[in-house]
């Protein structure tokens, strides 16, 4: 048996997000390490740091700051399972006309349906850090759509 660690080059130098594209990619191991740098801005405004992806799915990691509310969206094609690894807010869901609340907290797990609106904010003093999978793998800034929301966007 291999212990396998990040810094570990077994497979050669692809990170991991490209390895998803590879033929046979979910048939080997990934790895990547939370980047301290921010990758990208998500269509709602959070920061987005990418983390492993496979044909199935793709994983982020989203950082909101205090106070501060999100755009709201709707995914065309894809859903989400969000987990709360830090920090307090709430997330506001519609879908089939009906409005959902939810309040997040370290630990709590969540859903997003294909087609719901959706929209958060972060209630807390510190940042609201939030790893999410993606399935399908996201596919790039159009699959955001623009929606209704429950509260004035900040971003």
């Known amino acids: 048996m291999k212990l396998l660690t990040a810094g570990d080059r077994a497979y050669g130098d692809i990170p991991c997000f490209m390895a998803a594209d590879r ?3 979910g048939r080997m191991p990934q790895w990547k390490r939370l980047s301290p740098e921010v990758d990208d801005l998500a269509p709602d405004g959070s ?3 990418l983390l ?3 044909g199935r799915g793709s994983m982020a990691h989203f950082e909101l700051p205090p106070g501060a509310v999100s755009r709201p969206v709707r995914h065309r094609t894809v859903e989400e399972i969000w987990y709360v690894v830090a920090g307090t807010g709430a997330m506001w869901q519609n879908l089939d006309d009906e409005n ?3 309040l997040l907290e370290q630990g709590l797990s969540l859903t997003i349906p294909v087609g719901a609106a959706f929209q958060f904010r ?7 850090e939030i790893v999410a999978v993606t399935m399908p793998p996201w596919p790039g ?3 955001a759509q623009p929606a209704e929301g429950r509260w004035p966007s900040t971003m």
Do not use: F, H, K, Q
């Open 23 to 25: 033929e046979g990619a």
């Open 47 to 49: 920061s987005v740091r």
């Open 52 to 54: 492993c992806a496979t």
């Open 100 to 102: 959902y609340e939810i």
């Open 122 to 128: 972060n209630s807390g003093t510190t940042v609201l």
């Open 141 to 143: 800034p159009s699959e």
